[in-house]
């Protein structure tokens, strides 16, 4: 029987209103009601995970920043993870002379070097502020210790700079587009997919034991781990291959893992 269901939140649980759908929600509720354990795996922050969380009213497993940060559901801390300071300051020294916004964030805290009017409309999405660090590089390492940096532009300024990553840094680093013109650069192997994988070991589950759902080309190492993959109708059709279902929301996928176990036999 599925025993967890782990869930991306931009695009997937998530609205850009910030909200859960309130079907979403009820099957959410629903699914651990019956026995399910319950994740949510994101590129955001933790303390925005816990928001979240609020609004279904039940505790999760929580992996946030892509895989960087892992914590069970009663706040046990399984995993973290930042980048070597000197790395980070390269890379961010390189994608600031982008015409792109360049955020560099901690555990609990997105950071950018000067706040504009693109900033503050990024803000409507967010649950906390972004806050302004002038003297950006003298502080990586210093005041700030980051997990991750986000690069957000246009598309083909976003490709370009993940292509001279991984070209560059390959071997140190991963890249993830977390959503359109969003470009997320981690430690290496920091994914959804390690970190999954460190939680299903924590609570001693298999792979076919697993649903997954997401929308993002950071949600296929998760897609990987297990049959149970759920993928939104509106993802990229690459996304939509390393799936094993698509489905239009999240209580539609609830719906089918709830119909898989109830044709399990019971032990």
């Not at 609990?108 to 000067?114: I, N």
């Not at 149970?228 to 993802?235: L, P, R």
């Not at 390393?242 to 929301?249: F, H, I, N, R, T």
């Amino acid at each position: 029987m599925i025993q967890l269901i782990v869930t991306d939140l931009d695009g997937t649980l998530l609205g850009y209103d910030r909200r859960v759908k309130e079907e979403d929600r009820e099957a959410v509720v629903r699914a651990i009601t019956s026995g399910i354990q319950f994740a949510v795996a994101s590129g955001r922050m933790d303390n925005e995970i816990l928001e979240v969380l609020k609004e279904i009213g039940h505790d999760a497993h929580r992996i946030s920043q892509n895989g960087a940060f892992v914590y069970t559901s009663d706040h046990r801390l399984l995993h973290q993870r930042a980048f070597d300071s000197a790395l980070a300051r390269s890379i961010y020294e390189r994608a600031r002379t982008l015409e792109a916004i360049v955020l560099v964030c901690n555990e609990q805290t997105s950071f950018v070097e000067t706040k504009t009017e693109q900033i503050e409309q990024m803000r409507a999405r967010l649950f906390f502020d972004i806050v302004e660090k002038r003297e950006m590089l003298h502080a990586i390492g210093r005041d700030i210790h980051p997990s991750k940096i986000t690069v957000i532009g246009e598309e083909h300024v976003v490709n370009r700079f993940e292509r001279f990553v991984n070209e560059t840094w390959g071997s140190y680093v991963d890249t993830f587009i977390s959503e359109p013109r969003c470009l997320d650069i981690m430690p290496k192997r920091i994914s959804k997919g390690e970190a999954l994988q460190l939680l299903m070991n924590h609570l001693h589950i298999q792979p076919e034991q697993v649903a997954c759902f997401g929308d993002s080309f950071n949600d296929i190492p998760m897609f990987r781990l297990t049959p149970h993959s759920f993928v939104m109708s509106h993802a990229h059709e690459q996304v939509k291959k390393e799936a094993g279902y698509v489905v239009s929301s999240v209580h539609e996928a609830i719906e089918t893992v709830l119909r898989i176990n109830k044709k399990m036999p019971q032990t």
